[in-house]
């Protein structure tokens, strides 16, 4: 099986596919990597808040042994040493921030010691407030530590809750952490791989769809030149596309078209040389023989003093000239065909007629003319030629039919075409001659001239049509025909008269 072929525009747009698919897949790489950098981030950030909420726990424990009574205002000196606790824990934990809560009064301590803003922060988050509240609680009520996670789109918020063992009773620690997934190096390397995916996949595509645009207006441009083939079937000279590939290309075809040329111009000189060879002998043996007969008459003429004598050889001299006369007006009618003067045309009459001239030689050779019935539709023909070439076809069945013979002359519409038939019962036509039956001076009678059927070959060109050697139809009898016989058939486009078509 044949491999399939396709085109350098589809190999291409494959080509432009397979990136699109390449760019996708590593779009989904980077996001895929960048959230799992980002999870690992957001890990690490709640490993830390956990570890300071239980160094807050530890530092509470240690400084408040020896507390006693709880916070009971924002002026308690008490509060002033859980701040100093707080701080003390979350001094070695970068970015988080937190505190001591009390079931009581809310907020006792609040620290956030590596704050990077103009100066140190002091006041609780309001925006969390209800999220610190909650994670205390739930810290106190399960006397274990818990953590809460929220995400947002640029950011995710880590919280930790851790209950506290000491003098302060329902107090509980809290921790806090911020990540940033829209900044960090994880997010750099997202954006610069998104931007160099971008700028790639976009240069790619603008490379791929102007390479195609260019393909195609310089294979347009080369099919437009090579469809404006001259008349003689010379190929066009084609001129350069500016793209080097197809400049070899074209350098190639217009280097085959140069020799198909000359080739070309050998082989019509020579089929000439040929034909007019062809013609020459033809005619040369077509006028040697009447002179041969016309120059022996004529010798015995001179050599005997019987007076009937050099009456029959004149009688034969008249015969010969008008032999070289017919060959004459045929060679013409080959040499200068007129063109068709179409006319509204009785075909049933033309045929009869054609049928009645040759009813003298038919019965000469006993054989009968038969014509059949015909539409009587009035096709617009040259009556004229149309009754020569019959003529030509007629007089060459009558020639090969047998004594006792018949020749069928017919004519009938089949579609758009008109068929006009003439068939005998004779032995058939040669097998040697079949491919060059309507080529002048080709005969297989040698007292032919071979230029009837090329005759009516330049009459059916003339009309549009052609004339073929047609298998001959089936016998109505087994005793009808002695042979095989030979059909000819004119093949003519039909045309209606301007009459019949309103």
């Known amino acids: 099986m044949a491999p399939r072929l396709r085109s350098l525009r589809a190999h291409l747009l494959a080509l432009w596919i397979l990136l699109l698919a390449s760019a996708a897949a590593t779009a989904y790489l980077l996001t895929e990597f960048y959230t799992q950098s980002a999870a690992v981030q957001v890990a690490q950030t709640e490993l830390q808040v956990a570890r300071a909420c239980r160094e807050i726990g530890d530092r509470f424990a240690f400084f408040g042994a020896d507390w006693t009574g709880s916070v009971t205002g924002p002026d308690d000196p008490l509060k002033g040493q859980l701040t100093d606790v707080v701080v003390t824990a979350l001094a070695v934990h970068p970015g988080v921030e937190g505190g001591i809560w009390t079931a009581a009064g809310g907020s006792a301590a609040y620290a956030f010691p590596t704050y990077e803003g103009t100066g140190p922060k002091s006041d609780l988050p309001a925006a969390e407030i209800d999220t610190i509240r909650r994670i205390n609680a739930e810290a106190l009520s399960a006397e274990r530590p818990v953590a809460t996670r929220r995400v947002s789109r640029t950011q995710t918020l880590v919280v930790q809750g851790c209950p506290l063992r000491g003098p302060i009773q329902g107090a509980t620690a809290w921790t806090m952490a911020r990540i940033h997934t829209d900044q960090g190096r994880a997010y750099g390397q997202l954006l610069a791989g998104f931007g160099f995916l971008a700028a790639t996949v976009l240069g790619s595509a603008l490379l791929l769809g102007r390479l195609l645009v260019l393909l195609g207006r ?71 023989n009447p002179l041969a007969a016309i120059r022996l008459k004529a010798e015995n003429a001179l050599a005997s003093a019987d007076p009937a004598r050099g009456r029959a050889a004149l009688d034969l001299v008249l015969d010969q000239v008008a032999r070289l006369d ?148 089936p016998r109505e009898t087994d005793t009808e025909a002695p042979g095989p016989g030979a059909t000819f058939e004119l093949d003519l486009p039909w045309t209606a008269s301007p009459s019949l078509v309103s």
């Open 218 to 288: 310089r294979i347009a441009r080369l099919e437009g030149q090579l469809g404006r083939a001259s008349e003689e079937g010379d190929l066009p000279h084609l001129g350069p596309t500016g793209l080097r590939e197809l400049d070899r290309l074209v350098e190639a075809l217009n280097a085959a078209g140069t020799r198909l040329t000359a080739a070309r111009h050998r082989a019509a000189e020579a089929e000439r040389l040929a034909a007019l060879g062809q013609l020459a002998a033809g005619i040369a043996h077509e006028i040697r």
């Open 326 to 473: 017919r060959l004459l007006r045929d060679l013409l009618s080959l040499t200068q065909p007129r063109r068709p003067i179409l006319a509204p045309t009785d075909l049933g009459r033309v045929l009869r007629n054609c049928a009645h001239l040759q009813d003298d030689l038919a019965r000469a050779q006993g054989v009968a003319i038969a014509v059949a019935e015909v539409t009587p539709e009035r096709p617009l023909l040259d009556a004229v030629q149309i009754r020569r070439a019959l003529d030509n076809l007629l007089l060459n069945a009558i020639q090969h039919s047998p004594p006792g013979g018949r020749v069928r002359l017919s004519g009938e519409r089949e579609g758009d075409r008109l068929r006009i038939r003439v068939t005998d019962e004779g032995p058939g036509v040669q097998v040697s001659l079949r491919n060059r039956l309507f080529e002048p001076f080709v005969t297989g009678r040698p007292d032919g001239t071979g230029l009837g059927l090329a005759i009516v070959r330049e009459i059916a060109r003339g009309h549009g049509g052609q004339v073929r050697l047609a298998a001959p139809p």
